[in-house]
């Protein structure tokens, strides 16, 4: 019976999966939908240009914590099908990154790689946003569970690269911007707490293999 309940269960969790997937990708490209519909209305103030780049770089960095905030959500609030979603967020991460690069090199600089690589002396702020493209690009490749395989422990260390992504993400912002810092700064906040978190945890399994090794210790100790 309890084989049986178990079994529905997870046939269940399946077929909610299976219709909640396709909704949270919908409301992913929602950000796009929307600075798209603006931009074919001509609301995107006098620097469309500049907008787009800038909420494209938003929303990247949006989707960065969204992607460190699902393992700590998933623990407090016991909802283990959020760690479903995690991949596809992190693929958003890149796909909004890349559009950013994108519309930099085409909008800003129209392609034009002297200019860029110009541009990059000229504000450091721009070559650590590309540093942080291209450590993108090995966390997408390997995102498969066809990679996940294949590199077996040297995955979860390679992926650990997304936290120096958000920090790097985060002073991109506050070397970018001139005047307003309240956005970078509540960013850096959640990014801290997330971080905080992290740290909590990694220090409460530290001590629970401490008391494990320490028992097994003295079941040895009392066995002689």
Not at 39 to 58: C, F, M, V
Not at 67 to 92: C, D, E, H, K
Not at 159 to 165: A, E, W
Request: proline share 4%.
């Amino acid at each position: 019976m309890q084989l049986i309940l178990k079994h529905l269960v997870n046939m269940s969790s399946g077929n909610i999966h299976g219709i909640v997937k396709p909704l949270v990708f919908i409301l992913f490209l929602l950000p796009l939908s929307s600075l798209t519909l603006s931009a074919l209305n001509n609301s995107l103030g006098p620097n469309p240009a500049e907008n787009i780049i800038r909420a494209l770089g938003d929303w990247t960095l949006y989707f960065l914590l969204g992607v460190l905030a699902i393992t700590p959500a998933r623990s407090l609030f016991n909802i283990a099908s959020l760690i479903r979603y995690r991949r596809m967020t992190g693929l958003f991460v890149f796909f909004y990154a890349s559009l950013h690069f994108l519309a930099y090199i085409w909008f800003e600089q129209f392609f034009d790689m002297h200019k860029i690589i110009q541009d990059i002396i000229k504000r450091p702020f721009i070559g650590i946003g590309f540093g942080c493209f291209v450590l993108l690009i090995p966390l997408a490749i390997t995102s498969t569970n066809k990679m996940m395989r294949r590199l077996g422990k040297n995955w979860q260390r390679l992926h650990r690269l997304v936290y120096l992504i958000t920090g790097l993400a985060l002073l991109h912002y506050f070397m970018m911007v001139k005047a307003d810092y309240l956005m970078p700064v509540v960013l850096t906040l959640i990014f801290g707490v997330l971080m905080g978190y992290r740290f909590y945890q990694a220090g409460v399994m530290l001590n629970v293999l401490k008391s494990m090794i320490d028992l097994k210790a003295k079941e040895n100790a009392n066995e002689r």
